[in-house]
């Protein structure tokens, strides 16, 4: 038996791989905090640790977890890869071939020789946050066609005794909500057949030991880079063992690798914290995910956004647009987005969509004078476009109807009146970068705001699925657009945030995530969110008084404060806003601009809560010099008074002066005979202090919210 090791290190994690005999395929026996140096060079020691006993009634040997699971080795756990050659091969036999290490990657190169199958997993430590991506390669050598059905991103062992499941589950309005599920023996299975990410299921998990929280225990984040179906999986075995695997989710006969050709999965990202909890997940996926994959463009200072839809919906015309910008630009609006409703036909979601063609009905010298107008307020310009979808009252179908995704005979159902494109037609994929390209060079647009409005179903070329392809050419589409028009900026929205992954993020680099903007459905949605994502990716907006999506009033106040969770916008009809409420944003706003430089670096912290219904979290800077620390109260409180807000991740060597940023102590002081001194007269404290003791809250009552700043 000999067995062999391969050991990457980040700057705080180790990723320990071994393998007994010369053609099995590697196992991770660590993947965790940094080891000592010299700990585990001894192959035979690591060989004996992990020796696997031998239960009855089971194979005849024992048969490691490995990181491609294949059914052939007799391991119990779902397969990493599913397919066949017309019936033949379901069960293939890929051993070890080589290995290389290079720096911080390793590469695994597995074979069938029998099949003629070749598997190629990917695998790279990121040297300074300690994020492990992966990836897997699958070719066919063989002379016929090879039928995939699974070929996972990853498989990943997890720690024994991990327990519990954090996922993020949500419907259309209330996305991102934050589910625990205990891990018991069997399967959970995570997963999207819609070919979007979906409001229902994010392609992304933390798991851990039971009991997890912000700041304490072991916990492990998988996060899958993919904008399609997905499907994630986590199996406890009758050993004990635990296997994580995810991937793109395919349709019967999807995916047929000619010989010759080849597969490539998306990456999965994995960091694990061993006693750090949540916060520290997090914080490393969202600096990978600032280093490695958003745009450039999101590491400057992101500008206030107004976006005219809750104002105007449909009801476009020239004037009430130009008093409504006037507006906007008055509450410090740098960025004017023109959201659905500007080409032709578009009078409501029945018509239009595919007919990119701005509607001179309304726009008779086409956007010029909007535009200009944008311009002369001293904002840049944004627009709505809905690529991939069509309505069938428009003209491009009733000259294409062969262009949409569709199974024959059979109807497609429709979604918001809506079908989809088949954007893997090279003709579709022209047509639609002509017209986006020709619009963006004409008005010289800034921002685009790429919306996705509808599930895939049925979506096929007449006969077999295109999902996996769709979502490929969306990705080609937009990364043609941002190599023409370098400075163009992209927001993912799909009906809100069900296409908010890391797949999509490295060509938009901006989130809606949700069409409610109902500030306290919006504290959940974004605290969910912040798991995987950076809050300068997270489009935050005031909305109306009266949330239009839930009819609930909620004052300025706290809208504001939880649109500065993000980066900070408004879609209201700014024309309505009396003298004090525009006084009261421009506090705000004024507030979020000083501000946004080093919001762009920062460091997320939740904080758990022991009262019912108080949410609290914080924005550190990188330098620990600044943050801000936000208390909302979802509804009433549990008790009567909030407790002490506990601070993170500040200096404790440093004095902070500490004070309410939000201007709403008046309403606050009503609702207690005392509020606590520091909100009047703010203090000097240390950051020790700030985070033992803490800061004594007010008084909240439902749906108050506090906005505080702690500073050198
Ligand atoms: C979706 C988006 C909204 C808005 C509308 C326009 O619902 O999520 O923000 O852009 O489409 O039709």
């Not at 494109?421 to 008005?443: G, K, M, S, T």
Request: proline fraction near 4%; glycine fraction near 6%.
């Amino acid at each position: 038996m000999t067995e062999t090791l391969w050991r990457v290190d980040s700057a705080d994690t180790t990723l320990l791989l071994t393998a007994r005999n010369t053609t099995d395929v590697p196992s991770i026996v660590w993947f965790g905090d940094l080891l000592p140096e010299n700990a585990c060079k001894d192959s035979a020691m690591i060989a004996a640790l992990t020796d696997l006993p031998l239960p009855m009634a089971k194979l005849d040997a024992s048969v490691s977890l490995s990181l491609f699971p294949q059914r052939s080795s007799g391991i119990d756990c779902m397969p990493a890869l599913k397919g066949h050659f017309d019936g033949r091969f379901f069960d293939h036999h890929l051993y070890r071939d080589s290995v290389e290490l290079d720096d911080q990657e390793v590469r695994i190169v597995l074979k069938d020789t029998a099949a003629q199958l070749e598997v190629i997993l990917q695998l790279a430590l990121h040297r300074t946050t300690g994020v492990l991506s992966i990836t897997t390669t699958l070719i066919n050598h063989a002379d016929s066609t090879y039928n995939v059905d699974w070929l996972a991103s990853a498989s990943m062992p997890l720690p024994g005794s991990y327990r519990e499941c954090l996922h993020l589950h949500g419907r259309w309005g209330l996305e991102f909500q934050q589910q625990r599920t205990v891990i018991s023996p069997g399967t959970l299975m995570l997963h999207s057949h819609r070919g979007r990410t979906s409001h229902e299921r994010y392609p992304g998990v933390m798991v851990g030991a039971a009991g997890f929280n912000e700041n304490t225990g072991d916990v492990m984040a998988a996060n899958l880079a993919w904008s399609g179906s997905h499907a994630s999986t986590i199996e406890l075995l009758s050993d004990g063992r635990l296997c994580y695997q995810s991937g793109v989710s395919l349709d019967p006969g999807e995916c047929r690798l000619e010989s010759g050709e080849s597969l490539q999965t998306p990456v999965c990202y994995f960091k694990r914290h061993t006693c750090g909890g949540l916060n520290q997940v997090s914080h490393a996926l969202h600096q990978t995910m600032r280093a490695e994959i958003l745009p450039a463009w999101t590491r400057t200072e992101r500008p206030v956004h107004a976006n005219s839809w809750e104002a105007l919906y449909f009801n476009h015309d020239i004037d009430t647009l130009k008093s409504l910008i006037d507006a906007a630009a008055e509450v410090g609006a740098e960025r004017f987005i023109l959201d659905d409703g500007w080409f032709v036909a578009r009078r409501s979601d029945n018509a239009g969509l595919g007919d990119w063609v701005v509607d001179s009905n309304i726009y008779p010298d086409g956007l010029h004078p909007v535009v200009e107008h944008v311009r002369s307020r001293g904002m840049q310009f944004g627009l709505w476009f809905e690529p991939e979808m069509i309505n069938p009252d428009s003209d491009l179908y009733r000259d294409h109807p062969d262009w949409v995704l569709h199974l024959k005979p059979h109807a497609t159902p429709l979604a918001r009146n809506q079908l989809v494109l088949n954007l893997d037609l090279p003709q579709v994929f022209d047509y639609l970068y002509q017209h986006i390209a020709a619009l963006v060079r004409e008005y010289r647009i800034d921002y685009i705001k790429w919306d996705h409005n509808r599930d895939l179903i049925m979506a096929g070329d007449g006969v077999r699925s295109r999902l996996m392809q769709q979502t490929r050419a969306c990705y080609c589409l937009m990364q043609k657009l941002t190599t023409e028009f370098t400075e163009l900026e992209i927001e993912s929205c799909s009906s809100g945030g069900a296409r908010a992954d890391w797949g999509v993020l490295s060509y938009t680099g901006r989130v809606w995530t949700s069409d409610s903007i109902d500030a306290i459905d919006r504290v959940q949605i974004q605290r969910g969110y912040s798991y995987f994502n950076p809050p300068e990716i997270m489009g935050a907006h005031v909305g109306h008084a009266e949330a239009h999506l839930t009819g609930r009033e909620i004052n300025i106040h706290t809208r504001a404060i939880v649109a500065l969770q993000g980066q900070y916008g408004y879609e209201i009809d700014a024309r309505k806003l009396d003298d004090d409420e525009k006084q009261t944003l421009l506090g705000y706003v004024s507030f979020y601009k000083a501000n946004r430089s080093w919001l762009s670096s920062s460091r997320t912290w939740r904080l758990d809560s022991a009262v019912d219904n108080l949410v609290c979290s914080g924005l550190v800077s990188e330098d620990q010099c600044i943050s801000w620390w936000f208390s909302v109260a979802q509804a009433s409180l549990s008790q009567t008074v909030a407790g002490n807000m506990v601070l993170c991740g500040l200096n404790p060597a440093v004095d902070y002066q500490v004070r309410l940023a939000s201007s709403n102590l008046h309403q606050l002081r009503t609702f207690s005979k005392k509020v606590p001194d520091w909100l009047t007269s703010g203090a000097v404290v240390n950051g020790a202090v700030l985070m033992t003791i803490g800061l004594s809250l007010p008084v909240m009552p439902a749906q108050s919210a506090l906005l505080i700043e702690v500073k050198c």
